[in-house]
């Protein structure tokens, strides 16, 4: 079975500009949860969706939002890009969103903000 | 609120045995989890405990002590593909959904 993957998985933008990032999960898999990874921070969790809608969210600006389809695949769209949102971007797919559920991480997008 | 505390680095040498420790304090514990990652790739899942206890899983074994809010993933016999860092995470029954809350991992560094 394949696993997550992501593209692009390295992108480098400027200030101010937007970006998309994708996720595909492990097919059958429902849950789609985004984390951005820092080495100050770690990872810190973003949001999830689950059948298309959103069922959770953490602890970021609007400017970070997202979107799941009926294929269950996911984008990340982050707008008006600081140079604090260099990092990677991790996606994460679940079977259901159950509490004990594991969650299976893809590769990760590399994005570089100058 | 939140918190997940591990050490930042450890180090061992090949063959010897490590025990990572986790201490966490949640709103609402939920499960916690183990991950494992190497320098420029994806975490990979190693163990999930929910209640106290001790799951092992060949090399690897992971305890929990929900009172103490305390878990350890210990390591036997190290080799060199050990080195990596080692995420330990939890799952808040606050939060809707499959949402963990990543403590900022581990580096463990093995030598021959």
């Known amino acids: 079975k394949a696993g997550v993957t992501q593209t692009p998985r390295y992108l480098i933008k400027t200030r101010g500009q937007q970006v998309t990032l994708s996720c595909s999960p492990i097919?059958?898999?429902?849950?789609v949860s985004w984390y951005q990874q820092t080495p100050g921070q770690g990872l810190q969790f973003l949001f999830e969706?689950?059948?298309?809608?959103?069922?959770n969210k953490g602890n970021f600006p609007g400017r970070f939002s997202g979107r799941q389809f009926s294929n269950s695949r996911s984008e990340m769209n982050v707008s008006t890009l600081e140079l604090g949102d260099s990092a990677l971007y991790l996606c994460?797919?679940?079977?259901?969103?159950?509490?004990?559920?594991?969650?299976?991480f893809g590769p990760g997008t590399r994005l570089t903000v100058l | 609120g939140q918190n997940i505390d591990q050490p930042t680095e450890m180090t061992a040498t090949e063959g010897a045995i490590v025990q990572i420790n986790c201490t966490y304090q949640?709103?609402?514990?939920?499960?916690l989890f183990w991950y494992q990652q190497h320098a420029g790739e994806a975490p990979t899942f190693l163990s999930y405990n929910v209640l106290d206890g001790l799951e092992e899983k060949g090399r690897f074994s992971s305890f929990l002590s929900r009172s103490k809010g305390y878990s350890y993933l210990l390591l036997k016999e190290l080799q060199m593909k050990d080195s990596a860092s080692y995420l330990c995470?939890?799952?808040?029954?606050?939060?809707?959904?499959?949402?963990?809350?990543f403590g900022k991992g581990t580096t463990l560094s093995v030598s021959s």
């Open positions: 969706y689950f059948s298309e809608t959103q069922r």
């Open positions: 949640t709103s609402g514990f939920n499960g």
């Open positions: 995470a939890v799952r808040d029954r606050g939060q809707a959904g499959t949402a963990l809350i």
């Open positions: 097919s059958g898999h429902r849950s």
């Open positions: 994460a797919s679940c079977r259901t969103s159950g509490s004990g559920d594991t969650q299976y």
